[in-house]
């Protein structure tokens, strides 16, 4: 899950030290910033990771490999809270889209 509150800051723009007190941005080269796009993929493949490692932890339990129980099902929460992030996420995307194609030029 800090996995994908580093990538909505890194969106964002800015990092947090406490609860709300924003840092100075990380000062980089002019060719190091990451595009839209860049930071969508890298979401996606944190919540792709999410799910595998939940699946992996739930497989090894009904195996009989593991006998935490709790972690994977705390595993399997994040993994579906990540997803309904997506998911949101895309929504959000898809209303912009729309919004912007309905504008009259």
Do not use: W
Not at 13 to 42: H, M, W
Not at 77 to 89: G, P, R
Not at 93 to 104: A, F, G, K, N, W
Request: hydrophobic share 35%; aromatic share 4%; charged share 20%.
């Amino acid at each position: 899950m800090t996995q994908i509150y580093e990538l909505i800051q890194s969106i964002q723009g800015t990092q947090t030290i406490g609860k709300n007190e924003p840092s100075q941005p990380e000062s980089t080269s002019v060719g190091a910033t990451k595009s839209f796009g860049d930071t969508l993929t890298d979401f996606l493949d944190v919540v792709n990771d999410n799910s595998k490692e939940a699946a992996q932890q739930v497989t090894n339990v009904i195996e009989g490999k593991s006998d935490n129980l709790a972690q994977a099902m705390m595993s399997m929460e994040e993994s579906k809270l990540s997803f309904q992030l997506m998911l949101e996420i895309r929504t959000k995307l898809l209303e912009s889209y729309q919004e912007i194609s309905r504008m009259q030029v």
